[in-house]
């Protein structure tokens, strides 16, 4: 079983939208969860960063963690055709385990 | 202060080909880790390094050799390169602190045919 799982998706919507983006883990003693950025032939940069349970909002960004499902959530208001990228989930275990990736698009 | 930095961009090589990838940082971080992302493979883990003088083995470390001599860099080795390892790959330091954040590279595109 892989530590991370995500929806690759791809996932298309209209400008204005709520965009969910999800992901399931398999060790519930991780303790902090990321999502990156990826835009298209960059690296990935850090998007948010969340420790232990809970919500953290940022922006029109939310980041949500569920640890009795083990089921971590990036939550976009009022999507913009600039959030068009590729969304990965990420763990710190022991090294860093990321999810495969979430391609988006906002159509505007 | 550049960041991380990754030369080349692109390279082609032939099959049994060797070379190096550079990365170099300025952000005087102990840990750097090389990574490599394939189409819904997401990042691999290929080496990573806790310090100077110190490397270990990630997911996928055949192929690939890696050294740390200094703080500020980290190359990659591909010893006898395969279409196998037509890829991009990442380097990235991690800064431990109030974000716990990894910092990445721009990338390089490596074909091999």
Known sequence: QKEVEQDPGPLSVPEGAIVS???????????????YRQYSRKGP????????????EDGRFTAQVDKSSKYISLFIRDSQPS??????CAILG????????????VIP | NAGVTQTPKFQVLKT????????AQ????????????????????????????ITDQGEVPNGYNVSRSTTEDFPLRLLSAAPSQTSVYFCATYSRGLR???????????TVT
């Open chain 2, 100 to 110: 716990d954040e990894q910092y990445f590279g721009p990338g390089t595109r490596l």
């Open chain 1, 45 to 56: 940069e850090l998007l948010m960063y969340t420790y232990s349970s809970g919500n953290k």
């Open chain 1, 21 to 35: 983006l999800n992901c399931t883990y398999s060790n519930s003693a991780f303790q902090y969860f990321m999502w």
């Open chain 2, 26 to 53: 300025d952000m005087n971080h102990e840990y750097m880790s090389w990574y490599r992302q394939d189409p819904g493979m997401g990042l691999r883990l290929i080496h990573y390094s806790v310090g100077a003088g």
């Open chain 2, 16 to 23: 049994g080909q060797s070379m190096t990838l550079q990365c």
């Open chain 1, 83 to 88: 959030d068009s990228a590729t969304y990965l």
């Open chain 1, 94 to 105: 022991n090294q860093f385990y990321f999810g495969t990736g979430t391609s988006l698009t």
